[in-house]
């Protein structure tokens, strides 16, 4: 089976070279850009403008190849691929959580951006709390790590 994916825009950010943007936007929650949806899919946005939050999935298009194993930026231990948030991922496919700021036709502007500027854009979903925020959830290896 193969699988093709079409962007349907390109991220635009301040970050213009691998290991300039943070390991997840949260970190830099004053860093804005802007999101650039193809006009062919504007239409799609209708509505968007009244979430807070957006889920955006974008292709990695600047990382090459990949190991099933590798060090976490908060570990020194060897860590399963899936298990961390490596950009060096069989699929490529990145996934964060921006602060939609607003929306100009079919320009999105946003904060928390951890995309390096040109990135090609796959998705956008809308971030609902009751849906996507799990108390009960675990961190995992990380637990301790973080703040």
């Not at 979430?51 to 090459?64: K, Q």
């Amino acid at each position: 089976m193969e699988i093709n994916f079409k962007p349907i825009g390109i991220i635009h950010s301040p970050y213009k070279r691998s290991g300039e943007p943070p390991n997840q936007g949260a970190l830099r929650p004053e860093v804005e850009g802007s999101i650039e949806v193809f006009p062919e899919y504007e239409q799609g946005l209708k509505d968007i403008e009244s979430f807070s939050h957006i889920i955006i999935l974008y292709f990695f298009h600047w990382a090459a190849g990949y190991s099933l194993l590798a060090k976490p930026y908060l570990d020194d231990n060897l860590r399963g691929i899936f298990s961390i948030r490596s950009p060096h991922r069989p699929n490529r496919i990145g996934l964060s959580v921006v602060r939609l700021l607003g929306r100009e036709k079919n320009i999105l502007k946003v904060a928390e951006i951890d995309a390096l500027d040109g990135t090609p854009l796959l998705d956008i979903k809308p971030y609902v709390p009751q849906f996507d925020c799990r108390k009960e959830a675990k961190e995992g290896w990380l637990k301790g790590k973080i703040r």
